[in-house]
């Protein structure tokens, strides 16, 4: 995967592909509309033994590999494709702004 990005100009809410973008898009396209994906942010990543794990309780905290404001990984159906910051949506309701949508090399 390459890092290169696009400038990106965020949808509004409830938009599909940024409003404007969605209306240039093929007629082709329209089959896949309704084909659900996963979408995961991934705040950050640990690994530790197994008998680490088993000592976590309640309360207890794990330690990430990422810095406070550092930008999280949006994954779709397991592929990155973006990064972005955490935001409070409606009434304390996490939302993720993309800042930046990464390029995968297509060398197929």
Excluded: C, H, W
Excluded at 12 to 37: K, W
Excluded at 52 to 75: C, F, M, N
Excluded at 81 to 98: F, K, P, Q, S
């Amino acid at each position: 995967m390459s890092d290169a990005t696009d400038d990106f100009e965020p949808a509004t809410p409830g938009t599909p592909l940024g409003g404007e973008r969605a209306a240039s898009l093929p007629r082709d396209l329209e089959a896949v509309y309704d084909i659900p994906v996963q979408v995961s942010a991934v705040l950050g990543r640990a690994t530790m033994q197994v008998s680490q794990l088993l000592k976590l309780g309640r309360g207890a905290v794990v330690e990430l590999d990422r810095k406070l404001g550092e930008a999280v990984d949006i994954y779709v159906n397991n592929r990155l494709v973006a990064r972005g910051e955490v935001v409070m949506v409606e009434d304390n309701r996490l939302g993720i702004t993309m800042t930046e949508i990464v390029k995968a090399d297509r060398g197929i």
